[in-house]
């Protein structure tokens, strides 16, 4: 089975013994606007804090959905909440009557009842662009905003699934083969059926969802596929197909703590974990996932490292295959990352919390307040 992993460790430079510090590399995430919290004035102050959703991609309505949860987890008696809907440049806060009002993007304020009200603090759960890919982490470090996700480079990096794989092959994570298309290059189907195989995955390389994912089970389905994939992303990834059992698993930390969620196993009767899987219920979610103890702790492991890898923040989720080699020995593949996960009442993230015997109000304060 799998168990929660608390490991107290700074990422910095790799001693056990030291907790985290916080991210000195990028001091605007410090947050100048905190500085009006002065020792003491908590019980008086509540930060505000923004759920940032919406976003640009074909994810938008189910980043809404991701905003209704987390306000509904927030702890309100310690944090007034807004939820922010981003649409292109329309970007709008949804006031306490139900009715909206527009933002001011200079400062990323709004005006109620004829007063101005500045945020304190951005948690990001936009699904895709711009808030999946560094544009939004960008524009809240011009403004010294403190927000929930890894900064500019992290987030473009984590994104682009092709880069992403080739930068973490590098620190010996195990990752699928895979080839990178560009929109009107030209391709060779059988050196790509020699390469990777069949099965195999065509998939937009930025994007999330599941939207434009085909699952290619001989050539004549390449072409059709690529021309779905290029719908959503100009660049698209090909990647070998990886047999096995399918899981995720969340992981946060702090300046003092880390916390490595139970994983959760995907069983589908569907090709793959597609968009009907993720969010119309064709999908059984086991947490914790059925493991072996010495595998589950070698995931938590692995998850923990990547984290650090990436000197990611807030909670990132970490998708696997875990296969079998010619031993019958557990094999883990590192499949894909999320730095903003689903955040529904019935999403990875939620139920894993809720496994670890958390608290997700909990669990949010740790991650606002490390920023601080």
Known sequence: MSIPLTIHKDRNNNNPNKPYEGNK??????????NKYKKGTM????????????????????????GQGLYSFFDKERYNIYIVDVRGLDWNVELPDGSMAPIDKNDFS????????????AYITIHGQPGENGVM?????????????GGVLVEALTFDKYVLNNYLRNFGIKVADSILLRRGEEYDEAEIEKRLGMPCFVKPSSDGSSFGVSKVKNI???APALRVAFMQSDEVMIEAFMDGMEISQGVYKTKNKSVV????????????????????????????????????????????????????????RI????????????????????????????????????????DIKDVLSDIVENQF
Not at 330 to 347: K, R, Y
């Open 43 to 66: 019980k008086e102050l509540k930060r505000t804090i923004a759920i940032v959703c919406g976003g640009d991609s074909s994810e938008h309505d189910v980043s809404m959905r991701s």
């Open 137 to 149: 982490q960008g524009y809240f470090d011009l403004l010294h905003l403190p927000y929930s996700t």
């Open 220 to 222: 004549d389905q390449l």
């Open 319 to 358: 998708d696997y295959i875990i296969s079998k080699d010619k031993d019958g020995n557990d094999v883990i593949n590192m499949l894909e990352i999320n730095t903003t996960p689903g955040m529904t009442a019935t999403s990875f993230i939620p139920q894993q919390v809720r496994a670890a015997g958390l």
């Open 261 to 316: 969620f139970p994983a959760t196993e995907v069983v589908t009767s569907n090709e793959f974990f597609d968009y009907n899987a993720k969010y119309n219920g064709q999908v059984e979610e086991i947490t914790p996932a059925r493991m072996s103890e010495e595998t589950a702790k070698r995931v938590a492991a692995e998850t923990s490292r990547i984290y650090d890898i990436l000197h990611a923040n807030g909670i990132i």
């Open 25 to 34: 590399k990028y001091p605007s995430l410090q947050g100048k606007r905190g």
């Open 110 to 121: 709004f005006v109620m009842n004829g007063k101005r009200t500045e945020f304190d603090y």
